[in-house]
């Protein structure tokens, strides 16, 4: 199931007491190639909410900046599969560090 602009899951609305939240859910069957691109897009959404923060005027990118954005997916069984993949754990540590900061987070599914 991949979410769309505007819709939540009842895991992403909790995380955020129910505001609205962009997200997707990256799903089990996911090959690695797939799950690379996803986590770089996810990286790119952070890069872009960064710069995003330090402008002054108003554009879409701050509009966007405002709405958490999460991605579903299990990230530990992601990296105890592909433990020699060095792109993916760099991606995923990315998240995980820089991500909070912008309301930008991996969450587990349930």
């Known amino acids: 199931m991949e979410l769309k602009i505007g819709q939540t ?11 609205p939240a962009i997200g997707k859910t990256l799903p089990d069957s996911a090959s690695i ?15 872009s909410r960064e710069s995003a923060k330090k402008k002054r005027w108003f554009s879409w990118r701050r509009w966007r900046a405002s709405s958490p954005y999460f991605l579903i997916v299990d990230d530990d069984r992601l990296l105890a599969e592909h433990p020699t993949n060095a792109k993916l754990r760099d991606l995923v540590a990315t998240v995980r560090r820089r991500g909070p900061a912008v309301d930008v987070v991996l969450l587990r599914p349930r």
Request: hydrophobic share 45%; proline share 0%; with cysteine.
């Open 33 to 47: 190639r797939v799950c690379v691109k996803v986590l770089n897009g996810v990286v790119s959404e952070i890069e």
């Open 9 to 19: 899951d009842s895991s992403a609305a909790a995380a955020w007491g129910g505001r």
